[in-house]
């Protein structure tokens, strides 16, 4: 298995406070950079890392603002953009307006999951809302978001998307039975076509991170060693082997990409599969323990407590207490 549809097949993404924006010029909204964990009304703690936004432009024009890039980006009817890990951003008819909303208070004030907002000049419609990861989806989520992706109209790509948004848009508008479960199927698929775009453009990363390594000839035979057989006992020398390199240029070049050893990334990714089976909760521990490379739970548990910060027991407690996603207000 590839690494890249390894990630694919372990995380699960959640979509919610989807709604429509009918603007009408002026109008400007900002995203505010957020800092601190917030807490929803069913008691869910979320950090901004948990989070991602999405929006498409559907009819109209408008302008976007994005930190840390120093001019405004012109967007048209198709374009859509995902953010991740608490981006500021705005959002507005031309780069003179003010923005004097947030997208928080304007989702809030969504009737039927449509917003109306502005001063009644030109029409500009925006579909957006907001994706949730569970915990053992976030580090190799990381791994592939940047803080922000642009897909253009005309990229390769987009209509499969501006199709999936669609189908989303209208499931978390009717409400019909099963509409829920659809919605996040969608969203899913969503986030993992933005995702492949991105990786398809390779216009960030082909000099830095994980997926530079994904695509590096050596160092991605031995990450697809890993991705493909985790349980695997890999040493440095066994993964060198399968890189083709000496043991101290693999080790080196390996540190120098993904910012950790070789067997660092091996346990972490066995702790991050192990965290998927332990949530199904139908597998004994000393079974999820030999699926990820550990002949005995109890240095399975030793190491994952190690990583994740709580024993197999702690963890699928804590994930019973806040499992609920519903309603959730955190609207983008």
Known sequence: MDPITDIFRTMHVTAFGQH????????????????????????????????????????????????????????????????????????????????????????????NNVAHYGGGGAPTTIVCGSFSFDRASLKPITQLLPSFILMKAEQARTLALHNTMQALASEMAEQSPGSEVVATRLAEVLFIQVLRAHIASGVEWRNKGWLRAVFDPQLGTALSAIHDRVNTPWTVESLAEAAGMSRSAFAARFKELLGQTPLEYVTEWR???????????????????????????????????????????????????????AGMAEDF
Not at 70 to 81: A, K
Not at 96 to 105: D, M, N, V
Not at 287 to 314: I, T
């Open 20 to 111: 429509r924006l009918e603007a009408t010029a002026p109008w400007g909204l900002i995203q505010e950079k957020q800092t601190e964990e917030k807490v929803t009304p069913s008691g869910k703690k979320i950090s901004p890392t948990d989070l991602a936004h999405f929006a498409m432009l559907s009819r109209g024009n408008c302008w976007l603002s994005v930190e840390g890039i120093p001019e405004p980006i012109p967007l048209t009817g198709g374009d859509c953009f995902l953010l991740a890990r608490g981006t500021s951003i705005v959002l507005r008819d031309s780069p003179r307006t003010r923005p004097r909303w947030s997208f928080r208070e304007i989702g809030a004030k969504a009737n």
């Open 271 to 325: 702790m991050q599969k192990a965290m998927q089976l332990l949530e199904q909760r139908d597998k004994k521990l000393i079974d999820v323990a030999r699926s990820v490379g550990y002949e005995s739970d109890a240095a399975f548990s030793k190491a994952f407590k190690r990583v994740v910060g709580a024993n197999p027991g702690e963890y699928l407690k804590r994930g019973f207490e806040d499992h609920d996603h």
